[in-house]
């Protein structure tokens, strides 16, 4: 796993309360040691308001304008314990970068990350944030994420952090053999769901419960 430099400053003062965060997510039950360590590593209050700094290690899901919450933590963690699976990833396609938490915790634990975002503003920041931490395996795409990212397709893994009302076939498409797609499906009452590529078949695994903002169509610059 690559080493994060922060700014001098940064990551020190919260280190404490990051590693009592990822005591509590062991508790709760994420056992991947990968996961685990990406999130002791990563200062989740430069993806917040800085007003909102003081909340950044509660284990809770957090405002970050336009409408758009990060998924509290427990959440990050079991969608990306899931995504791996057994083994390790190369090619993963996210849908849905908002803060660009999600994606920095990704990014410590497979090769390369092809993440698609539909509101400008945010992407622009989750960009500026992950530079600032150091990590250089993603690339951007402004774009309707409902379409994936075909030029690089297919990809080992797919996670989505907005809900459809179903699996947009799109992205079923773009899914490698033997690939997993995590995502939240439904319109009030969402599940988070597997859906594991077998040559022509897709097995979808109902996970648990959750609570996302839409996946919605088209792209906006502001
Ligand atoms: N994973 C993010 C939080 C996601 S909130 C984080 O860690 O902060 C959901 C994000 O999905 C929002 O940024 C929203 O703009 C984006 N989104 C919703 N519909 C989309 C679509 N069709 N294509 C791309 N992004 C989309």
Redesign the pocket.
């Known amino acids: 796993m690559r080493d994060l430099h922060y700014k001098t400053g940064i990551g020190m003062t919260s280190q404490r309360t990051r590693e009592r965060l990822m005591e509590r997510l062991f508790e709760e039950g994420i056992r991947n040691l990968h996961v685990l360590e990406a999130i002791r590593r990563t200062p989740r209050h430069l993806?917040v308001d800085e007003a909102l700094s003081h909340r950044a290690y509660e284990d809770t899901a957090l405002p970050?304008g336009?409408n758009?919450?990060?998924?509290q933590p427990y959440i990050?963690a079991r969608m990306t314990e899931l995504l791996l699976g057994g083994g390790p990833l190369d090619k993963v396609l996210e849908?849905?970068?908002?803060?660009?938490?999600?994606?920095a915790i990704l990014a410590q634990v497979v090769e390369r990350i092809f993440s698609?975002?539909?509101?400008y503003p945010?992407q622009e920041r989750a960009k500026a944030v992950l530079k600032e931490i150091d990590i250089r395996n993603v690339v951007f795409r402004h774009?309707?994420?409902?379409w994936g990212w075909p030029a690089y397709g297919p990809y080992d893994a797919i996670l989505v952090?907005?809900a459809p009302p179903e699996v947009p076939a799109e992205l079923l498409r773009q899914l490698a053999d033997g690939g997993r797609l995590v995502i939240p499906v439904g319109a009030r009452d969402q599940v988070l769901t597997l859906v594991t590529r077998e040559g022509d078949d897709f097995i979808h695994q109902a996970v648990e419960p959750v609570r996302?903002?839409?996946?919605?169509?088209g792209?906006i610059s502001s």
């Open positions: 993806f970050i336009h758009q919450t990060l998924s990050v849908v849905g970068t908002g803060s660009g938490y999600q994606t698609v975002e539909r509101i945010l774009a309707d994420g409902n952090t907005a996302f903002v839409p996946l919605l169509a792209a």
